[in-house]
Nanobody
Framework: VQLQASGGGLVQAGGSLRLSCASS????????SAWFRQAPGKEREFVAA????????SYADSVKGRFTISRDNANNTMYLQMNSLKPEDTAVYYC??????????????????WGQGTLVTVSS
């Protein structure tokens, strides 16, 4: 199983980016998948997760109302639409897929497969 994250870059505060995570060897549709991020000098934290049921999604409080997680089952790709970006959103963003858990869990230990990360930099 390989997860390939892409879409990061440099954006001004208030701007938008869409991250993508393509999966090879595993379908996103049956289990949870998520985005986490790690800012310089900080621990990795939960951003958003999506479960197998339609409408099952969870978000960190810091991104609620600004970020939207979605999934294209036909193309085995997951997305994170990020709007109204803030400098504090600057981080390496990682996508992850669960091996057994079907619901939108925010817990890192529920995720068995991880992508390599894509850097998002938001300038003020």
């Amino acid at each position: 199983v390989q997860l390939q994250a892409s879409g990061g870059g440099l954006v001004q505060a208030g701007g938008s980016l869409r991250l993508s995570c393509a999966s090879s060897g595993r379908t996103f549709s049956r289990f949870a998948s998520a985005w986490f991020r790690q800012a310089p000098g900080k621990e990795r934290e939960f951003v958003a997760a999506i479960g197998w049921r339609t409408g099952d999604a969870s978000y960190a409080d810091s991104v609620k109302g600004r970020f939207t997680i979605s999934r294209d089952n036909a193309n085995n790709t997951m997305y994170l639409q990020m709007n109204s970006l803030k400098p504090e959103d600057t981080a390496v963003y990682y996508c992850a897929a669960a091996g057994r858990t079907p619901w939108a869990t925010p817990m890192q230990y529920d995720y068995d497969y991880w992508g390599q990360g894509t850097l998002v930099t938001v300038s003020s």
